[in-house]
């Protein structure tokens, strides 16, 4: 096992037991607010025990928030890279196998889709599904699936030149059982792979959207709107901005690491465009 | 007064990570002779070659030995004296001529270096002097192969322009590693003519590294034999092939004159070549020996001479 | 280069325009809610919605109402802003290239930065250049660059307070546009104190933007260097008695340009994407911050114009990497 794929699962480990018991260990109500102790510094910087990473501009506590920031992140990274993968693969797995007329239509569309910048679109989406978690998920989706769609065609054109895939095909074997008998198996870990890469993407997108106010709703904590919220009163109080961040950080490196940890331990030499 | 070989080596041993490539290998190339280096792939022979130029592929590392080029330590050098060598005094023709040009630039550019570096000639006359070498080698339109990528040539035009880039400083040592083993049988069969007559016309130490002792038969002055990276035997070409004394080396005659793979077998090459890890401490080719006896797995036997020039590492002609 | 290559790419090009009409048509149309309605401003009467249902051609059937936005997009017709009260177009063509100036910056720092770091990791192996490099690398690909942007603010705006952190220039400097690109306007001016003043107020969004890119850069040539060096050309190439660093950062690298040029290809929409953020973030007046103003006033036809130029953009920029590409690599125009 690498350093990075310890490091990574670690992290990601981590990461899902404080969504699974976020608000268990959350001291406070996330969404409580104390405008008699605003911006309390976290207990380092002379804060006190009542609030370890202080309290942000409407008073609440910082690190109820994290939490359950945390567990926004985790669903939204967990479901639509899942969701993702769902989508991309079958399209992946009939533009390879059929190639041809069939393969050049499908991805042409994924060239299209990948041409509209997927900040944007994502941005666009929320706009037009209107706030909320699981309209963040079904827009990283919509954006999103090509990654997979791409790269995993990619891998079913080379394995469908290999020996037990034409085997199968001679046989004549149904189509589908191929992609899923034969196909399907040996793309398993490019697709664990890929889904943990999205994963980090996802966490950031969510982010981003929240950051912008077009992510989750207002009452949800988000590490997005929390760095947007103390982005304001930065020079007062930097833990309002940089504790969400530095969580945020952890977490995209965490599930990138785990990633390129599971990538280097599949196959050293495997290359992609992700 | 004795001038020095064109190139000495002494007890070369060289090792990659837990494997040791070449052990205690002694050779002496004099000017202007060519010492065909012969072996099986795996045998150390290209790595000898590779050695001398201090070009190991990593992890590869001289362990113990000296090289010394007319009588100047290589070992002792530093990189930068080592590098005003390569290329000018010492040149080396690759063995694969399509892999061994850089793929991303056109041959007049890329082939003309050495000639800008060491003869400090401008570029448009160091274009000039790569046509007429080429000419020279019988490369028609040379100007025109010049302005052409590597991909756009056969490997016979590719092995030419390679071998007037190693020629193109004189240099005093070419190491010639396999320079026919990628090729067709027709181009082969040029290249090597070609390689005859530069030998005949420049007189050049030269040391050919090459699997196939046919390939030398005609080429070189002598032959050296190598086995699991150890030198087993060595004699002028002459003596070699009508009085071959290791039954390694009978056994790889035996393939040639005879072109029999079975021939090969019946005359004593079998099983798997060892890799030493360690000094060897018994005879390396006693595994595929028909003339094993209890000595070989004891001691490894020293080189000994046989005949004027003639040496010969086996237990068989241990006595004197 | 072939001129059927050519051709085809450009025929491509044109395919995707299209495909992108398509889309930008079924996600503002198709997705459920009355569109008209969804791109009426907010606290509009039944009037100004049948106003925008007609203006929009919001009604009859999908395709008659693709067919006249076809139309009008092909006639140069986005629509007028609700929010600014002029045409869609020319708002939008009138930020481009304050966005345009910042993305290029971007990638030229992304693609420098990331062949220089990405080579001087190999050069100096094991060294601190080379663990710090990777560092970064892990670091710039992972975090998204609004991030890197408020991180840049903090660091070099808050804490050491050297650099400007909004605009493109400062007050005092400020004079008429003349060609859209705030560094060919003062270097026309030749005045070296407002270059001064436009270059400080580049760098920090630039530098956000190129991040994630770099990085990618970076770990492309590192991977290919590493794995050309055991390649036989360079065996030639030292056999000629050329200096290490001169194989490396030319004969070598040269190579490993030519992957690194697919890679900038695939990842320059990333880039351009990156801009609405990086530009809000860093109050940089271009389509980028346009976007999420447009958004506050509900300005649809702002929103689809912006939309279909930044995949204009896109789009030519990938058939100028394709171009590029077949310059770079001296196969491909075999092969095609």
Redesign the interface.
């Known amino acids: 096992m690498n350093g990075k794929l310890w490091a990574g699962s670690a992290i990601a480990l981590l990461l899902l037991l404080v969504a699974l018991a976020g608000p268990r260990l959350a001291p406070h109500d996330p969404n409580r607010q104390d405008l008699a102790s605003v911006r309390q510094p976290p207990v380092w910087a002379g804060g006190a025990w009542r609030h370890p990473l202080g309290t942000d501009s409407l008073g609440r506590d910082i690190l109820s928030r994290l939490l359950w920031g945390a567990r926004v992140a985790v669903v939204v990274a967990v479901a639509s890279a899942a969701i993702s993968a769902l989508v991309g693969v079958p399209v992946a797995l009939v533009a390879g196998y059929a190639r041809g007329r069939v393969d050049t239509v499908l991805m042409r569309v994924v060239d299209v889709w990948m041409s509209i910048p997927a900040v944007l679109l994502a941005i666009v989406l929320m706009a037009v599904l209107g706030l909320g978690l699981w309209k963040v998920v079904l827009a990283i989706v919509i954006v999103d699936w090509t990654r997979f769609a791409r790269v995993i065609r990619g891998e079913v054109l080379a394995l469908r030149e290999k020996e037990f895939v034409e085997a199968a095909r001679a046989i004549g074997l149904h189509p589908l059982r191929v992609m899923v008998e034969e196909l399907l198996p040996n793309l398993v870990p490019l697709i664990i792979v890929l889904v943990s890469l999205e994963m980090a993407i996802a966490v950031g997108v969510e982010a981003l959207l929240s950051f912008v106010g077009l992510g989750v709703q207002a009452a949800t904590p988000s590490w997005g709107a929390m760095i947007a919220e103390g982005r304001g009163y930065l020079m007062v109080s930097w833990w309002g901005m940089g504790v969400p961040m530095l969580a945020l950080i952890v977490a995209v490196v965490g599930f990138n690491l785990l990633g390129e940890g599971l990538r280097e331990r599949f196959d050293p030499r495997l290359r992609m465009a992700a | 007064m004795t001038t020095a070989p064109a190139l000495e080596l002494r007890t070369l041993t060289v090792r990659y990570g837990a494997r040791l490539a070449t052990w205690e290998v002694d050779l002496a190339l004099d000017p202007g002779e060519v010492l065909g280096l012969v072996g099986e792939s795996g045998a150390g022979k290209s790595t000898v070659g ?1 050695a001398v ?1 201090r ?1 190991l ?2 992890p590869g590392r001289i362990e113990a030995g000296a090289i010394r080029l007319h009588g100047r330590d290589l070992l002792g050098l530093s ?1 930068t004296e080592m ?6 005094d ?3 023709i ?3 001529p399509l ?7 056109r041959i007049g550019f ?1 082939a003309t ?2 000639l800008r ?2 003869r400090g000639l401008t570029r448009d006359a160091a274009v000039a002097e790569m046509v007429r070498l080429l000419g020279d080698l019988g490369v028609p339109e040379a100007a025109d192969v010049l302005q052409r ?1 590597p ?2 040539l056969s490997g016979g035009m590719r092995q030419r322009v ?1 071998i007037a ?1 190693a020629f193109s400083c004189d240099p005093t040592l070419v190491i010639a590693d396999e320079p026919t083993t990628a090729l067709d049988v027709t181009t082969q069969a040029q290249i090597l003519r070609l390689l005859e007559e530069l030998q005949a016309e420049r007189r050049v130490a030269t040391l050919f590294v090459t699997h196939d002792l046919g390939v030398v038969a005609h080429l070189a002055h002598r032959v050296a034999v190598m086995y699991a990276g150890c030198l087993v035997e060595s004699a002028p070409t002459g003596e070699l092939f009508r009085a071959a004394a290791h039954p390694y080396t009978q056994g790889l005659l035996a393939q040639v004159l005879r072109a029999d793979v079975r021939a090969a077998a019946s005359a004593g090459i079998e099983g798997v070549m060892p890799q030493l890890a360690a000094a060897p401490t018994a005879c390396p080719f006693r595994g595929g020996c028909s003339r094993r006896m209890a000595i070989c797995d004891e001691t490894m036997p020293a080189l000994r001479e046989v005949a004027p020039g003639h040496a010969v590492a086996c237990h068989l002609h241990q006595g004197t | 280069m072939s001129v059927r290559f050519l051709l085809s790419r450009l025929l491509l090009a044109v395919l995707s325009l299209w495909g992108v009409s398509v889309l930008v048509f079924a996600i503002l149309r198709i997705l459920p809610g009355d569109p008209a309605v969804l791109m009426a401003p907010v606290g509009s009467t039944v009037q100004d919605i049948e106003r925008v249902r007609r203006e929009f051609g919001l009604s009859g059937s999908w395709w008659a109402q693709y067919g006249a936005f076809f139309l009008s997009l092909c006639r140069g017709n986005f629509g007028r802003s609700l929010w600014l009260q002029q045409d869609a177009l020319r708002v939008i063509l009138e930020r481009l290239p304050a966005t345009l100036e910042l993305a290029v910056t971007a990638l030229v720092l992304a693609t420098g930065g990331g062949v220089l770091l990405g080579a001087c990791s190999v050069w100096r192996r094991r060294s601190w250049l080379e663990s710090g490099a990777v560092t970064l690398g892990t670091l710039g690909i992972a975090v998204p660059n609004f991030v890197w942007g408020l991180l840049l603010i903090v660091l070099f705006g808050a804490i050491l307070q050297l650099l400007p952190i909004s605009g493109r220039i400062a007050p005092e400097y400020e004079a008429a546009e003349v060609t859209g690109s705030a560094v060919v306007d003062v270097l026309l001016r030749r005045d070296p104190a407002a270059l001064g003043s436009v270059l400080a107020h580049l760098i920090l969004p630039a530098s956000a933007l190129a991040l994630p890119l770099l990085a990618a850069v970076f770990r492309t040539i590192r991977s290919d260097l590493l794995g050309a060096l055991g390649e036989e050309y360079v065996v030639t190439e030292r056999m000629k008695g050329l200096g290490e660093a001169r194989i490396l950062f030319w004969r070598v690298l040269r190579n490993a340009l030519i992957p690194t040029a697919t890679l900038i290809g695939v990842q320059f929409g990333f880039l351009i994407g990156g801009t609405v953020l990086i530009e809000t973030i860093f109050a940089w007046p271009g389509i980028g911050q346009l976007t999420l103003q447009a958004f506050q006033y509900r300005d649809f036809p702002l929103i689809q114009g912006i939309v279909l130029v930044y995949a204009v953009t896109v789009i030519l920029s990938n058939l100028a990497v394709d171009v590029a590409y077949s310059f770079l690599n001296p196969r491909v125009r075999l092969v095609s």
Do not use: C, K, T, W
């Open positions: 590779r130029v070009l592929p990593e990189e590098r005003r060598l390569r290329g000018a010492l040149a080396l690759p063995q694969d892999s061994a040009l850089n793929p991303a630039f890329q270096d050495a570096i060491h990528y991909h756009e390679l880039m």
